[in-house]
């Protein structure tokens, strides 16, 4: 399994970032896939879900409205378009993926569970 996340940046306030999700490895239209952030000295923190399998998505309060989560069964790759950014948006993002369970079980996941990625850095400047 492998998970490889891209698309991180320095940004202005307000301004938008698409981070890629790129995996391969295991059963992708059978897979939840989520998205966490963690900035220094805070949490570590689930933002995001796709289940590729019921097509639904997940959202945390703190992103619902300015990022979507989408996926491309074809190139087996899940992205987050990240609109209207703020400063408090700054952390290292990283991608984990799970087969067989809903985006409730990923977006709170342990660090030990399922497969992760090495992160992409999202620097948001006021």
């Known amino acids: 399994v492998q998970l490889v996340e891209s698309g991180g940046g320095s940004v202005q ?47 945390a309060d703190s992103v619902k409205g300015r990022f979507t989560i989408s996926s491309s069964v074809a190139k087996s790759t899940v992205y987050l378009q990240m609109n209207n950014l703020k400063p408090d948006d700054t952390a290292v993002y990283y991608c984990v993926a799970e087969t067989g ?16 990625g090495q992160g992409t850095q999202v620097t948001v400047s006021s």
């Not at 897979?31 to 399998?53: L, M, V």
């Not at 369970?101 to 996941?109: E, G, R």
């Open 13 to 59: 306030a307000g301004g938008s970032l698409r981070l890629s999700c790129a995996t391969s490895g295991f059963q992708f239209d059978d897979s939840a896939i989520g998205w966490f952030r963690q900035a220094p000295g805070k949490e570590r923190e689930g933002i995001s879900c796709i289940d590729n399998y019921e097509r639904s998505t997940k959202y």
């Open 101 to 116: 369970v809903s985006c409730a079980v990923v977006i709170t996941a342990p660090p030990s569970f399922g497969s992760w």
